[in-house]
């Protein structure tokens, strides 16, 4: 695999690195940074074989698109409803952020890194 393309798949990987890591819960119920990342590695799509980007686009859609449309906190919401201790709805929130994090970084090591070694 060329440089280029090695270049074009750390690049994915810093923009949901950035996504998951700097994520905070949309207010205005649109999460625009999820748009942003979408748009950022379509961008991406005529640079890295369709393998590869199909990868990249599946795990967004697997792991990230839950966050962006709030379907990962929906048991936060019952929550809230009930009238749970702020501390039980924040470490569900960070438990979400946590499990997609770790993903993120399975997806990379076992996806990812061996195309930027071979």
Request: contains cysteine; glycine residues 4%.
């Amino acid at each position: 695999m060329d440089i280029f393309v090695k270049q074009q798949i750390q690049e994915c990987y810093n923009e949901m690195y950035d996504y998951v890591f700097d994520f905070e819960m949309p207010e205005d119920g649109e999460d625009e940074s999820f748009t942003y990342l979408k748009n950022e590695i379509g961008k991406r799509q005529i640079s890295l074989p369709k393998d590869i980007f199909d990868k990249i686009n599946d795990f967004i859609d697997k792991e990230f698109l839950p966050l962006a449309n709030g379907e990962a906190f929906d048991d936060m919401v019952d929550a809230i409803e009930n009238a749970s201790e702020d501390s039980e709805i924040g470490a569900k929130y960070l438990w979400a952020i946590i499990q997609r994090r770790n993903a993120l970084k399975d997806f990379g090591m076992k996806e990812l890194f061996p195309l930027l070694v071979e």
